[in-house]
């Protein structure tokens, strides 16, 4: 009977490690995935919205471009939009206190130096994005966005 007992033990502690171990790999395998679909997704839709601001750039009209950012904002996830004009400034944020400040002094400063849409994936995201005129750049569309947890916080460990 011991000898039972001792083996149920062993057993059920070995089919929990290995529980453990498929857990493990399921989660890396959809935080990976999860990653890669965000940074498409994200990275397109940065760029359509860029040409959008750039329209309403040209148009002169950044109470519209406000209006852009305050809709954008109330999704979950996306926790800060910011034009920043091309000297550095920044021209509208949805946290009104950065609205003015050097970008550089709070943010990245490489979010300014790309040429194309960028993704970091860093918590919040930081993505980047220009904004061109036909021959010259008008400034950087710059979104700080967190993703939803995969697991509830009751179920991660």
């Keep these: 009977m011991l000898l039972l007992v001792g083996y149920l033990i062993y057993r059920n502690y070995e089919q929990n490690k290995s ?3 498929e857990r493990t790999s399921l ?3 959809v935080r990976q995935r999860r990653l890669a679909n965000d940074k498409q997704q994200l990275t397109f839709g940065m760029k359509t919205f860029t040409w959008a601001v750039r329209n309403t750039m040209i148009q ?3 109470g519209e ?3 852009y950012f305050n809709t954008l904002v109330k999704d979950r996830g996306i ?3 910011l034009l920043v004009d091309d000297t550095g400034t920044v021209l ?3 946290n009104k206190k950065n609205q003015g400040i050097p970008f550089t002094s ?3 400063g490489e979010l300014l130096q790309r040429e194309d849409v960028y993704f970091a994936d860093k918590r919040p995201y930081e993505l980047s994005a220009p904004v ?7 400034g950087t569309l710059v979104m700080f966005y967190t993703p939803a947890p995969i697991l509830p916080d009751s179920l991660s460990r």
């Design 79 to 81: 926790k800060e939009m």
């Design 106 to 108: 709070r943010f990245p």
């Design 65 to 67: 471009i406000n209006e």
């Design 19 to 21: 529980f453990e171990s």
């Design 132 to 138: 061109t005129a036909p021959n010259k750049r008008l």
């Design 92 to 94: 509208i944020s949805t």
């Design 27 to 29: 989660l890396a395998t």
């Design 60 to 62: 002169n009209k950044p």
